[in-house]
């Protein structure tokens, strides 16, 4: 069994910064692939970036790509998600997820953890 935690969500300014965390809890934390995803009102939920057991190969959707970046510690059983250059598209509610490979987390599809989810909300 795994268990994630989401924290670091808050109030920001369009052009500031955040850095989400994802705490997880169990022995094969670092066997599995973790992503991130967000979901604003009105939109479907979309993966926003994912990487591998390794750390080593990671993925971004185009809205985000050279804003955000995905990075995880597995000493610490720790996944996060720095967020810069934050623009009022970016509100939204950001659950992390583990799954058992790279593409499986970036589909979305056969999810085999979720965390609670924490908010993030950029002002214009």
């Known amino acids: 069994q795994v268990q994630l935690v989401e924290s670091g969500g808050g109030l920001v300014q369009a052009g500031g910064s955040l850095r989400l965390s994802c705490a997880g809890s169990?022995?094969?934390?670092?066997?599995?692939?973790m992503g991130w995803f967000r979901q604003a009102p009105g939109k479907e939920r979309e993966s926003v970036a994912a990487v591998d057991w390794s750390g080593g190969n990671t993925y971004y959707a185009d809205s985000v790509k050279g804003r955000f970046t995905i990075s995880r510690v597995n000493a610490k059983n720790m996944v996060y998600l720095q967020m810069n250059s934050l623009k009022p598209e970016d509100t939204a509610v950001y659950y992390c997820?583990?799954?058992?490979?790279?593409?499986?987390?970036?589909?979305?599809?056969?999810?085999?953890?979720w965390g609670q989810g924490t908010q993030v909300t950029v002002s214009s």
């Open positions: 169990g022995r094969t934390f670092s066997s599995y692939a």
């Open positions: 997820a583990a799954a058992t490979g790279l593409w499986t987390v970036v589909a979305g599809r056969e999810i085999d953890y």
